[in-house]
C-alpha cells in the first residue's frame, strides 16, 4: 500500500533527508588512498547517532537475513549492498558508491552517491554522468498523474543513450514512514510488474544503477552484495523526493554540488 504523507511527515522527512545528505558529504571528504570501507561506516553511523537519529540501514532484517551495518559501501563491479568491511581498502583508481539511510523520530530518508578515487577511465567518467543525468531525469518524471513506468523509462533511456544498461531486479522505491514502503520503481522495463499512477504527496528513493556492460546481476554468497554478470563497472545515485501538486522536490542534496 503506498503511504501518502501530511504536513507533519514532510517536516520529518526534510530533517532525516538533512542529516542523510550531511553523512554523505562526510563521505565525501573521506574517500581516499587507505581508507576501508568500515571506516566509512564506522563515521556514518557515529554522525548519525550524534544527531540525534539512526541508521535505517543497522539491523534492517529482510526474511531471515539481518544487516549488521550502517551503510552500504560498493565498489568498482558492486552494484549496491556491498558490506562495508574492514578488508574493502579504497585503492585508486576505484569506484565507490555509498548508500545511507536515516531514521528520524521515525521518519526515514535514503540517498546514495557515487565517488571516483583517483585518475579512473574516460568511459568510467561517462558512466558516472549518465547515472546522474538519469537520476535528475528519473526525478522529472515523477509528476501527478504520470505512471511508475515513466520513471524507469526516464532511467533506462539515458543509459542507452550512452550506450550503457539499466541494471535489472534492482529498484527504487516508496521511502518515508518505512524504509521500504510501495511503490517498487524498476530501473530496467524488463522488471515492471504493476503501473501505478503517480500520486501527489507520495515521497520516492529513485535510485538508477546503470552498468557499463550487461544489464544481468548476480548476488554474491554473502546474500547481501548485488554485482554486475560480467564483472563491468557500475554507478549508483539516489534521492528521495516528495511528489507535490506542482511536480517534484528534491529533499536530498547533491553530493556534488
Known sequence: ??????????????EASRIASAALRLVRDMIREGVSAADVDDAVREFIFSQGAEPSFLNYEVEDKVYRYSTCVS????????????????????LVKVDVGVNKDGFHADTAWTFALGDVPPRIRNLMRATKEALYRAIE???????????TYAIYRTARKYGFHAAETVTGHGVGIELHED??????PKDLDKDGIIKPRMTLAIEPMINVGTERV?????????????GSWSA???????????????????IDG
Open 183 to 188: 511503490p517498487i520503481i524498476p530501473n530496467n
Open 218 to 230: 548476480v548476488t554474491l554468497q554473502d546474500g547481501w552484495t548485488i554485482v554486475t554478470a560480467d
Open 1 to 14: 500500500m503506498v503511504i501518502l504523507k501530511n504536513d507533519i511527515d514532510l517536516m520529518g522527512l526534510r
Open 236 to 254: 549508483h545515485y539516489e534521492h528521495t523526493i516528495y511528489v507535490s501538486k506542482e511536480g517534484p522536490e528534491i529533499l536530498t542534496e547533491d
Open 75 to 94: 565498489i568498482n563491479n558492486e552494484i549496491v549492498h556491498g558490506l562495508p568491511l574492514r578488508s574493502k581498502v579504497f585503492r585508486a583508481p576505484m
Open 141 to 151: 518524471a515523477a509528476r501527478p498523474g504520470g505512471r511508475i513506468s515513466d520513471i
